[in-house]
């Protein structure tokens, strides 16, 4: 008897302190995503919270803040990225942005089936480097940004179907194969699959949601920890952006980043970033000759996963707005992948779009336009402003 009591004992009060702690952290970040101003959150492009997390997403996502999916663009790079026009207070639309380098289609099929009432307001910035590798995204890459409690929750939502679970189950269970610390979540898809319905280990499952879903409201806590009380809410709010003043200062703003000093490659004159220009392209012509000539844009497995995150949005009752992203046609024509190589992708993205009846914001024609690039992939001054803007329309004009 006063064995099992040394057990059972301390089991109990452990249980006990769990759900403490648990209603504890939920008590609080909610008092502080209510109140405290979350800039600092939501510029943070790096926020484990926002890439990895379920519970700020959610909350943000049910105040009807736009949600915009995309990877390394999404940096503060220029003072033009979006969170610098809709997490100001001037308009009424927030917005959350998520991803960084090497979050692709997969990873924000994750994200956004794990909420719970997601916004309707669902933007997908797709950029054609997901598509130069025949095996979509690596395993590593996608290791690197999964996240349990956003899988977990995306295999128990209720509105995701069946077919689109398979799918998803299916790739995970490949991209994690390689994986040591995910391989409970591996057999967690594989047992969906083979619509296996394991009673042994359903209480370990059901402990370890418990325990991701406490991890994530204790990082969120200690990420709101950082931020101050909310001074002067909405004192910006009615004085709308002048779209025209904010072109012409993106353009000032281009020239000088870009720099008086032409930046060649291959004999072509390249619009882009001093500073990227210097440590990436510079000396590099024979480097880039052709060295993409084998890529064909149109056979990615990436497009298995866009077609997942198409149909989670599908099952979610969202039509999201795809953007379509330029590429920086001087750049891309020499190393390999011609206007004709591109041309088949955009179609591709046409289709797919147009299959779903979806909305695309089909920015291609931007291929050769000075400054709407920052670089070779990354969309620059004049592009935010012009995407910005149009998303602005889009979704003001639906209040």
Known sequence: MKKLKYIVVPIVIGVTFAFSLNWFLEKEVVRMLSNNDLNPVLFNADSVVKNKGYFANNFLSN?????????SELSHSTRQHPDYYFNTGKIENGIVTIGKAYTQDLQHSTVLGSLDNPSKKV?????????????????????????PVQFYRFMDNKK?????????AKRVTTLLKSSNEFQAERQYALDYMKKRNNVVFEPYYNFKKFMVNLKDKGLLYKELLMTSQRKNKDSL?????????ERKRAYDDAIKRVGKKDHILGGKKLYIDKGYYKKNLFGKDKFFLNKYKDVDLTKSVEYEDLDIFL?????LKIKPIVILTPSMDEFYSYTGITTEKREAYYAKIRDISKSYGISLMDLTEYDKSKFYLRDVMHIGTLGWVDICERLYNAFEDRN
């Open 311 to 315: 149909k989670t949005c599908r099952d």
């Open 237 to 245: 709010a009615g004085k709308y952006f002048d779209w025209k003043f």
């Open 63 to 71: 105040k009807d803040n736009i949600l915009m999916f995309g990877s």
């Open 123 to 147: 933007v997908l910035l797709l950029s054609m480097q997901w598509f130069m590798d025949k095996g979509g995204v690596t395993d590593s890459h996608f290791q690197g940004r999964f996240s």
């Open 160 to 168: 995701i179907s069946d077919e689109t679970k398979m799918l998803y």
